[in-house]
């Protein structure tokens, strides 16, 4: 059995972490139901002959209804588990959407287009049936998700140069395939074993959206879903998260510049990753990954420190990291063959305290 570093046992008592992230630790604690239980338990009232725009009004409609049944079980969270579970859900309808999505591929930014139940691939490289590169209980995330249960997928939607898990985000791995009743097991192990949650990362889990949604709809215990994303996913795929996931543990890569176009071949990233943190934050509860790069504390680091605490507030869980290290084809972009100063880390605290964010860790 592993043994938790004392931060993730004093952080169970850390009040600024608490209040941002109140649900999970409940739902973590088992005394309030994960989105998902909740999303299963929630009727739905739908045709495979209904057109997609049909299924969509649905789902808004229900993402009302949903909102309306999470907040009744803040209050009597034991009748919950009273519920019946009907013959059709609303994460049946979520996946029956993202089936719909598969064919004619638009979970991320991208928007290929390829019909991928025909096996035909997109940027990602993503087929049908999803890839796992390793599962495991990670001691290495922040405090209050440690320890994490996580399940690294291959494939990923952007092009990092510096990618410190190039081997599975480009396929250098062959992984093994799994049926979503098999990965229920593995996250139903991952939580008996003592996890906090199950973590979806890669790579990127947003081309396994689908998959992803199948897989929760076999899973038979309470488990808080942490969905772990580059952030530069579609409009489409934020509704689908919406009721699904319930702590958004996304990275805020790159500022309004050219530098996410440049470093990892992501066109439009500011504006796909501001819009996506602000739906996350209206639908479940954030942790923002800011990873300082050398060199990019005006450009990067700087405006996303400004805007998380403008946009977002000043509580926001943000976790500004200096892990970075020059990997892979780091050392084609001039800037990034070094590791950072300390001058410049001490610039990045610098930033985080003039913004006045109060729940910020390093």
Known sequence: MWKLWPDALTVLNDE???RSLERYFAVMQDEKPAKFMIAKKLSAEFEESESTQQLWQKHEALLKEFC???????DTPRAFEKVKTPERSYLDLKIEIAKRILSCCNFCARRCGVDRLEREKGYCKCSSAITVSTIFEHMGEEPELVPSGTIFTLGCTMRCKHCQNYTISQWLEN???YHPAGLAR???HLRI???RNVNLVGGEPTPWLKQWLETFKHVNV???VVWNSNSYYSPETARLLAGFVDVYLLDFKYGPRDCAERISDAPNYWETCTYNHLEAKKHGELIIRVLVLPNHLECCAKPIINWIADSLGRETRVNIM?????KWHSFEVPELGRRLTHEETERAIQIAKQAELTN???
């Open 16 to 18: 600024s972490a608490r």
């Open 68 to 74: 309306h049944i999470e907040k009744e079980t803040e």
């Open 175 to 177: 992984g093994k395939k």
């Open 186 to 188: 593995m996250v139903e």
């Open 193 to 195: 074993n003592g996890c």
């Open 222 to 224: 309470n488990i808080p």
């Open 322 to 326: 200096f892990q970075y290290r020059p």
């Open 360 to 362: 910020f860790i390093t």
